[in-house]
């Protein structure tokens, strides 16, 4: 039996709802500009109805396969004053927490829907400019593949 296959009732069945497979995660690895031995990775995957987004930091002394758990956010566009979403942290992390709930915010607030953010970048050592130009590079890099991705859509027919 392999490990899609299950004993019962179809998951659909039982109210589960299937995402279809041509919904895959998209890998994103850009430098941080202010940081030339800095690479922030995102993983994205966007939903039918929310935006699930990983993001971690590497540098040269770093390996991209061992960053540790950070935080995990959940942010929501508010409908009373959509300027300011609305935001909890789900697994709070102190030296990433602020990071991921500015990112997660300011993703809920562009796209219009809620955002799941986990978030191991750490910015040890870097200036507030640093990290602000990290945020502007992590919200330019997925606003273009999610428009890129709601373009495809629309030229696919779906």
């Known amino acids: ?28 690895a850009l430098p941080l500009p202010r940081s030339p031995y800095t690479t922030l990775h995102v993983r994205l995957t966007r939903l039918e109805t929310s935006t699930l987004i990983f993001l971690t930091t590497t540098d040269h002394a770093t390996s991209a396969s061992s960053s540790a758990l950070g935080s995990f956010v959940y942010a929501m566009p508010n409908r009373l004053n959509p300027s300011d979403p609305l ?5 709070p992390v102190p030296s990433s927490i602020d990071f991921a709930t500015r990112v997660a915010k300011i993703l809920a607030r562009k796209t219009g829907k809620p955002t ?21 590079a992590a919200i330019a890099a997925i606003m273009s593949e999610l428009a890129t991705q709601e373009q495809n859509l629309k030229v696919n027919g779906i």
Do not use: R, W
Not at 12 to 24: A, F, I, T
Not at 87 to 91: M, P, R
């Open 116 to 136: 799941y953010l986990g978030c191991s970048a750490t910015f040890g050592g870097a200036t507030v400019e640093e990290e602000v130009d990290g945020v502007k």
């Open 87 to 91: 935001s909890t942290a789900l697994f």
């Open 1 to 28: 039996m392999s490990s899609l296959e299950q004993d019962g009732p179809p998951l659909e069945s039982q109210g589960v709802q299937l995402l279809p497979s041509s919904n895959p995660a998209k890998h994103i």
